[in-house]
């Protein structure tokens, strides 16, 4: 099967003259993260729960993934370790679907069997190697920054088999997350571009492609699941005539004015 980009019609194109450099998120925009972790999920848990069903599997991804209680947001701002948001989400999930004993010695033996699953399920999504081989053929520099720590990222991006990618902002790089300007902006100071001439992309459009729009960049909201913008909560519009919306990175290439691009499956 054959995917042309030429079949997609993105967006206006950025203003502001040519792109100088690309910045991407990391989960769900070039990696499918979420797909890794439900099959990690299902090995960890298969002990606990034998006789789930791959609906049931699915299931309780999908109230992991729901994350209710923000662990992961709370790690992000250094309330938890990584393992401990990882066993608080799984303890709201086994608690959810009333397995009794899911105790402390169960949750640390399902934290470390999930841990080595799944970066045996990460998987870069098919439109990723097509485009940074258009960028590299145009001569633009591309990397990425992260809402995680610097080396758990790059194991991932060279776990699915993009290890091309050298230039990696993580959470730990200035002590700081997105949407705070300066992770951005340490993107480009890497990438050697100025904001004004970076695209950043992202799945996340309040945290991606607001926060970068408002740190000087112009923030590309990758919606791959044609979902509505959430309402920004500040009530405030700044920046966001910068936004522009693709619904995959085959249309980011029409954008920046590339060669069709072509994945073959």
Not at 39 to 47: N, Q
Not at 96 to 117: C, H, K, N, S
């Amino acid at each position: 099967m054959e995917t042309d980009a030429t079949q997609s019609t993105p967006g206006p194109p950025p203003s502001k003259g040519r792109v100088g450099g690309v910045l991407f998120d990391i989960d769900e925009t070039l990696v499918d993260l979420y797909q890794a972790m439900r099959d990690a999920m299902e090995v960890a848990g298969r002990d606990l729960l034998p006789a789930n069903t791959a609906q049931d599997w699915d299931l309780f991804a999908a109230i992991y993934m729901a994350d209710t209680h923000n662990y992961y947001d709370r790690y992000v701002a250094g309330e938890f370790t990584f393992a401990q948001q990882r066993g608080l989400r799984a303890r709201v999930v086994f608690d959810q679907l009333g397995t009794a004993d899911f105790d402390e010695v169960r949750e640390q033996r399902w934290i470390e069997d999930f841990e080595v699953a799944q970066p045996l399920s990460i998987r870069a999504f098919e439109d990723v190697v097509p485009i940074l081989d258009a960028l590299d053929a145009a001569g633009i520099p591309y990397g990425c920054v992260s809402n995680n720590v610097y080396d758990y990222q790059r194991a991932k991006l060279d776990q699915a088999g993009l290890a091309r990618i050298q230039v990696l902002v993580g959470i730990d790089t200035l002590d700081a997350a997105k949407p705070a300007p300066q992770v951005f902006l340490e993107g480009c100071r890497q990438l050697g571009t100025r904001p004004a001439q970076t695209l950043y992309v992202g799945d996340n459009y309040l945290i991606d492609a607001v926060g970068s729009a408002r740190a000087g960049l112009r923030g590309v909201w990758l919606n791959r699941e044609d979902a509505l913008a959430p309402s920004n909560p500040e009530g405030s519009t700044e920046g966001l005539d910068e936004i522009t919306e693709i619904t995959n990175l085959f249309e980011l290439g029409l954008l920046l004015a590339l060669e069709p691009l072509e994945v073959r499956l």
